[in-house]
């Protein structure tokens, strides 16, 4: 983001940036920075929150006058410390098809859920990679295989399609996880229900283990899951 | 140390270019200024989510209009469900909307951007020299003066 800015700035734009990780905003030296101490993949702080978030910007945009460069502020205002190892509580409605093994009996219980998450979000997702939601089951039951030990190859995957299949897992159970609640949870709290809490979720650190033990490449199991739940 | 904090620490020191300089634009009245946001969190357009791999430096332009983008970022390091809740909090593009209304901002742009951030050494010489130029041409031709750049 900080080279972007360089960039921009060069071509004659004036730029303010949020930094989330303050090293990195100090190393590449980009004109000004706000730096916002706020849990990973909220940088406006608080969803839901318009008066917080305007507040950010205001902070933000205050930088544009100053041109003693390059500037890095920290946001003055509330700070955010709510990225948390807990579990979200998110009950799935019991699914037991005899024909199906549960974590494919889960991820289809979860499918009005996520449904219903798609429309409140004006079909705004992260799903869409690798699949759709109507392609779920299949999606769960490669994931079986990988845990159980077959290849990617085994199951029609390269490396960067099996990652690309979990981030697409994830995004559907998260998505879901959402609708199961009635609040916005604290960041990382579904992230930790989805690895810690639902049958998919724990295949798919057995499968990135697995994946790992056999030698494939780094940049496949490592991405299959956070560093948070490794 | 938090979870974050072990990913901060994580990607805090990955090595970037050593610039000597620092460029710099002169800025005029924010109450005036068109502003468009820039943002690495690897937004796309409904329906055109592929496997989006590290290491691609490329960028998709963002109409000002469209709410049912997809989050392709490939790094699994950040907390999704703040998005999925809102998109404001990566992309604020609501908020930028009320602060025009209100007359805080001149205006926001017709378009705006997203790459994918969290890349590592072998990108940086295409976004200096190639689709960050690119990218900051868009923006002039809609006569942008402002970028806000928002990470995820």
Not at chain 1, 4 to 18: I, K, M, P, Q, S
Not at chain 1, 100 to 123: F, K
Not at chain 2, 5 to 20: A, D, K, M, T, Y
Not at chain 2, 122 to 146: C, E, F, N
Request: hydrophobic share 45%; glycine share 8%.
């Amino acid at each position: 983001m900080g080279a972007l800015a360089r960039v921009f700035e060069a071509a004659g734009l004036a730029t303010v940036g949020l930094s989330i990780v303050r090293e990195q905003a100090e190393n590449i030296k980009a004109p000004r920075f706000l730096h916002v101490e706020f849990p990973l993949g909220r940088p406006l702080g608080k969803p839901h929150d318009a008066d917080f978030q305007t507040e950010v910007l205001r902070s933000a945009f205050s930088l544009l006058q100053r041109n003693d460069v390059p500037l890095i502020e920290d946001f003055g205002g509330e700070p955010i410390d709510d990225e948390t190892g807990e579990m979200a509580s998110c009950v799935i409605p019991p699914r037991d098809d005899p024909a199906h093994h549960p974590a494919v009996n889960e991820a289809l219980a979860l499918r009005p859920a996520y449904n219903r998450q798609l429309a409140a979000a004006d079909g705004r997702t992260a799903l869409g990679r690798m699949i759709d939601a109507d392609n779920i089951a299949e999606a769960v039951e490669k994931i079986i295989a990988l845990a159980d030990g077959s290849s990617p190859a085994d199951v029609g995957l390269d490396g960067a399609s099996t990652r690309a299949l979990t981030h697409d897992l994830r995004a559907y159970y998260e998505e879901a996880g959402l609708a199961l609640v009635d609040h916005v949870p604290a960041a990382r709290k579904i992230e930790t229900w989805y690895f810690q809490g639902t049958e998919t979720g724990k295949l798919v650190t057995a499968a990135a283990q697995k994946l790992k033990d056999a030698g494939a490449d780094y940049e496949v199991w490592f991405y299959m899951r956070p560093g948070t739940q490794a | 140390m938090g979870l974050d904090g072990l990913i901060r620490s994580g990607v805090g020191g990955v090595e970037v270019p050593n610039f000597e300089d620092v460029p710099v634009t002169d800025f005029g009245d924010l109450s005036e200024a068109k502003v468009a946001i820039v943002t690495t969190a690897g937004l796309r357009h409904n329906g055109d989510v592929s496997v989006w791999s590290p290491q691609d430096a490329s960028f998709t332009v963002l109409p000002s209009s469209m709410r049912d983008m997809q989050l392709s970022h490939f790094s699994p390091n950040f907390d999704r469900t703040g998005f999925a809740a809102d998109l404001n909090v990566v992309y604020p593009i609501d908020r930028l909307d009320e602060m025009a209304a209100a007359g805080e901002i001149g205006s926001v742009a017709e378009q705006h951007i997203s790459f994918m951030g969290a890349q590592f050494d072998a990108t940086y010489s295409t976004i200096l020299l190639d689709s960050g130029p690119a990218a900051a041409k868009v923006l002039i031709d809609q006569d942008v003066d402002v970028v806000l750049l928002t990470p995820i």
